[in-house]
C-alpha cells in the first residue's frame, strides 16, 4: 500500500507552499510581530492549499519554540501536526459539511470554553464553511466575535461569498489562487526526480493542464500516471489516451491537411477521431490551442519558448515549419472557424457532423479581397498617395469640376410645366442655377465666354483648398445621400465657404438648420459625423466643421453661377406663354371678404400669362446663391403683337422676401416636417390684391 503522492508532499511550512506568496508572507510577517488575530478565513479554489495553510498555522503558533514563522519540526504539536502525524488534541478539525447545524454550534462553544490540554492556543480548524447554516453561523457570531484568550477560529472554503457578512467581518480573510503552469510545471519536475521517475517529453504539460491549476489534482493526475506505466518511464502515447487528449500526431496530419488543401486526408483524419471514440469537442480544443500555438510562433519567432513553456525544442522546430506555411491573417481566420464551430457544438446532438461542418470552412480560403482593396485606396487618398487607375477614376475625378449643364426653355408646343404651388423640392444633387430663356440658350458660342472653365482635379499630394471642396461638394452630397437619407436632407442646402487648416466653415439657411446639424443622433453617427466621413471617403481629407447661418450672401460671391449674369431675352423671342391654371376660389368670390390682403404662396409658371394680362403668382427656381436670399419677380411679359405695337408694362407683384430664420423668431407652421420629411424649404412669399387676383 503506498501513500498517494499529494499525500507524501503535503508542504510543513509556509516556505514550501508554492503560489501563495500573496498570503504566506503577510501571515509570517504577522507572526514575526505577534499580531496574529483571532479569527481568520481562507478562501480559493479546491485543491490550491487552505486547509495545509490551516494546519501550518497552527504548528507556528503551538510551537515550542513559538509563536514562530518556521515550526520547528520536533516538538510534540509539531510531529502531531505534520505529515504522518495523527493530529493534536488541542488542534480541533470540523468537517462543516456534516457539521452545520445550530447543535454542532453549540456544541463548539461548550469545548471553546475549556483550556487547552498541552498547547498554547485551542484553535478550530472549520472546512468548507459554506456549508454551515445562517442558524448555525449565528450561533457562532458571539464566541467568534469575542473568543477567548487561549481560542483562535480558521474557517476555510470554496464559496466566501456564502459566509454571512457578520462572521466574515470578523475575520481576517486571506484569497488563496491557482497556480501559475509555468511554476506548477517546475514543481511536478522536480517530484518527478524524486520520485525517480522518467517521463516523455510532453508529458508533463497535459498533466499540469489537466490539473488546472490546482496542485492537489496535478499531483493526484501524475499518480495515476505513474501507477499506470510499465516500468519508471511514462510514456507521451499512454498519458494522451488515459488524460483523453488527442494525440499530436492526429493534429499534425490535420493542420497538414489544411495547409495543403487536401480534404480527402482532413476528413480521413475526422473519421479516425470518431472510430477511436474520442471524444469531438475535446479534438476541437486541442486543435483550437494548436491554432494558438502557431499564431504564437509566428508572432514572437524565435522568442515562442519563453510563451511556450514546457514544449521540446523539436517540438517548437515542428511548429515553426507549420506556421510558415500559413499567413497570420489565415491563422487567424482559422482560428475564428474553429472557435465558432466549439461554440455551436455546446449541446449539440450530433457533433460529428458540426466537426466536418468545420473542418469543410477551414478548407474554403479567404476571397474577401474586395474589402481589402477598398481599405487600402482609402488609405492612399489619406495619405496623399494617387491609387492605381482605374476606368472609372478619370470620370469620378473630373465629375466635380464639370460645369452643371443649363436646362434650355421648352417650346411653344411643349405641355407647361406644373410645379408645387407652396415650396420646391430640389433634385438629390446640389442646386442647380436657373433656366436661361430660349433666346440665351440660342446665342452664338462666342457668347458663351463667360461659362467658368473647368477646374482641375487636386494632383497628389498637393494641399487642399477650398476651391477643391467645392468642385467636389456635389459628389459629397451623393455620397451622404447613399450614406444616410435623413442627414442629406440636413446638409443639401449646405456650402462650403472657407477652409483653414483643417476648419471647414458650412453654410446653412436657418438655425434649425444649424442645430440639426449639431444634433447627436441616438444610434449611430450623427449628421457631422456622416457628412465627415463622405469628404473623408471623397477628398482623403479629415475635416473639422464650423457650422455658421448665412442667408445666402456668402453662396452668391463664391458661386460661379451668381457672377455670370443673364440677360432679360427681347420680347419678340419669347413663345407664346400658356393659359395660366383656374383660381380655385373664383366661384367663391361673393363669400369672400376682401379685408386684407391675402398672402398666397408663390408658383412658378414657366410662361406668361396671355391677353388680358394677369398677374400671376410667380417663384424663380433655386438659385444656387443660397437659400432665403430675396428673388426679384420679373414683370410678365405680354403676349406679342404686331410690329407697329409696344407692350404696355404690366404691374408686377408686391413681393415679400422672407429673411432667414433668427434664433428669435418661430418658424412657419409645418416647416419643420418639410424640412425632415420632403427636405425642403419655403423660398419666399408673394402678397396679391383681391383685385390683382381677379
Keep these: 500500500m503506498v501513500t498517494a503522492l499529494y499525500r507524501r508532499y503535503r508542504p510543513e511550512t509556509f516556505a514550501e507552499l508554492i503560489g501563495q506568496a500573496h498570503v504566506t508572507d503577510p501571515l509570517r510577517t504577522a507572526l514575526r ?53 495523527g493530529g493534536s488534541l488541542d488542534v480541533v478539525e470540523i468537517d462543516a459539511a456534516s457539521h452545520n447545524g445550530v447543535d454542532d454550534a453549540r456544541d463548539l462553544r461548550e469545548r471553546a470554553v475549556f483550556a487547552p490540554a498541552r498547547d498554547r492556543y485551542k484553535i478550530f480548524i472549520l472546512d468548507e464553511a459554506h456549508m454551515v447554516t445562517s442558524q448555525g453561523f449565528n450561533a457562532l457570531l458571539k464566541i467568534v466575535e469575542e473568543p477567548p484568550e487561549h481560542v483562535k477560529f480558521i474557517f476555510a472554503t470554496t464559496e466566501p461569498e456564502k459566509v454571512i457578512g457578520t462572521i466574515r467581518s470578523r475575520t481576517h480573510h486571506y484569497p488563496f489562487r491557482l497556480v501559475a503552469p509555468a511554476q506548477l510545471l517546475d ?15 510532453g508529458v508533463l504539460p497535459l498533466v499540469v493542464k489537466a490539473g488546472g491549476g490546482s496542485p492537489r489534482d496535478t499531483l493526484s493526475l ?32 490535420v493542420v497538414a491537411a489544411v495547409a495543403e488543401g487536401d480534404a480527402a486526408g482532413a476528413f480521413a483524419a475526422v473519421d479516425r477521431i470518431v472510430q477511436t471514440g474520442q471524444d469531438p469537442r475535446r479534438f476541437v480544443e486541442d486543435l483550437l490551442e494548436r491554432m494558438r500555438d502557431l499564431i504564437v510562433v509566428a508572432a514572437t519567432g524565435d522568442a515562442a519558448a519563453s510563451v511556450l513553456r514546457g514544449a521540446p525544442a523539436d517540438q517548437l522546430a515542428a511548429l515553426t515549419v507549420q506556421a510558415q506555411r500559413f499567413g497570420t491573417a489565415e491563422l487567424s481566420r482559422i482560428a475564428d472557424t474553429i472557435s465558432d464551430a466549439l461554440d455551436e457544438m455546446v449541446g449539440a446532438t450530433s457533433p460529428r457532423l458540426h466537426l466536418e461542418l468545420m473542418v ?35 470620370a469620378r475625378a473630373a465629375a466635380p469640376a464639370a460645369p452643371v449643364a443649363t436646362p434650355a426653355r421648352p417650346a411653344a408646343d411643349a405641355a407647361p410645366v406644373v410645379r408645387p404651388p407652396s415650396f420646391d423640392v430640389p433634385p438629390p444633387s446640389a442646386p442647380v442655377p436657373p433656366a436661361r430663356p430660349a433666346a440665351a440658350a440660342a446665342t452664338p458660342p462666342a457668347a458663351a465666354t463667360d461659362v467658368p472653365a473647368p477646374q482641375p482635379a487636386r494632383p497628389a499630394g498637393a494641399p487642399l ?16 445621400q447613399r450614406a444616410k437619407r435623413s442627414a442629406w436632407a440636413v446638409v443639401y442646402t449646405s456650402y462650403p465657404l472657407a477652409l483653414q487648416d483643417d476648419v471647414l466653415t458650412l453654410a446653412f439657411v436657418s438655425r434649425s438648420d ?76 361673393p ?28 417663384s424663380e427656381p433655386l438659385p444656387p446663391a443660397g437659400w432665403g436670399a ?65
Design 630 to 694: 430675396p428673388v426679384p419677380v420679373p414683370a410678365p411679359e405680354p403676349e406679342p403683337e404686331p410690329e407697329a405695337a409696344e407692350p404696355e408694362p404690366a404691374p408686377a407683384a408686391v413681393t415679400t422676401p422672407v429673411p432667414p430664420i433668427r434664433p428669435d423668431e418661430h418658424q412657419r407652421y409645418g416647416e419643420a416636417v418639410v424640412r425632415e420629411l420632403l427636405g425642403a424649404s419655403f423660398l419666399e412669399e408673394t402678397v396679391i390684391t383681391p383685385t390683382e387676383v381677379r
Design 514 to 589: 444649424v442645430e440639426g446639424f449639431k444634433r447627436p443622433a441616438q444610434t449611430g453617427g450623427g449628421v457631422s459625423e456622416v457628412l465627415r466621413t463622405a469628404i473623408l471617403e471623397v477628398l482623403g481629407v479629415r475635416v473639422k466643421f464650423l457650422p455658421r447661418v448665412d442667408g445666402g450672401a456668402g453662396r452668391a460671391e463664391t458661386t460661379p453661377a451668381a457672377t455670370a449674369p443673364v440677360a432679360d431675352p427681347p420680347a419678340e423671342d419669347v413663345p407664346p406663354d400658356d393659359v395660366p391654371p383656374p383660381d380655385p376660389y373664383e366661384d367663391e368670390e
Design 465 to 480: 483648398t477650398i476651391q477643391h471642396v467645392r468642385d467636389a461638394w456635389p459628389e459629397v452630397l451623393e455620397t451622404v
Design 591 to 618: 363669400r369672400r371678404a376682401p379685408v386684407a390682403p391675402v398672402p398666397v404662396r408663390a408658383a412658378a409658371p414657366d410662361v406668361a400669362p396671355p391677353a388680358p394680362p394677369v398677374v400671376p403668382v410667380v
Design 33 to 85: 510581530t505577534d499580531r496574529v488575530n483571532h479569527a481568520y478565513l481562507f478562501s480559493g479554489p479546491r485543491g490550491c492549499g487552505k486547509t495545509t495553510s490551516a494546519r501550518i498555522l497552527a504548528r507556528c503558533l503551538n510551537c515550542a519554540e513559538g509563536p514562530t514563522d518556521t515550526p520547528c519540526g520536533v516538538c510534540p504539536s509539531c510531529v502531531e501536526l505534520g505529515r504522518d502525524g
Design 222 to 253: 501524475l499518480d495515476q500516471l505513474i501507477a499506470g506505466s510499465e516500468g519508471d518511464l511514462v510514456e507521451y502515447e499512454r498519458a494522451t489516451a488515459l488524460l483523453g487528449y488527442t494525440s499530436a500526431s492526429l493534429i499534425d496530419d
Design 360 to 394: 469543410a470552412r477551414m478548407l474554403v480560403p479567404a476571397t474577401d479581397i474586395g474589402a481589402a482593396a477598398t481599405r487600402i485606396e482609402r488609405l492612399e487618398r489619406r495619405v496623399g498617395v494617387e491609387a492605381a487607375p482605374s476606368a472609372s477614376a478619370p
Design 187 to 201: 514543481y511536478v519536475a522536480h517530484l518527478c526526480e524524486e520520485e525517480g521517475v522518467r517521463v516523455e517529453a
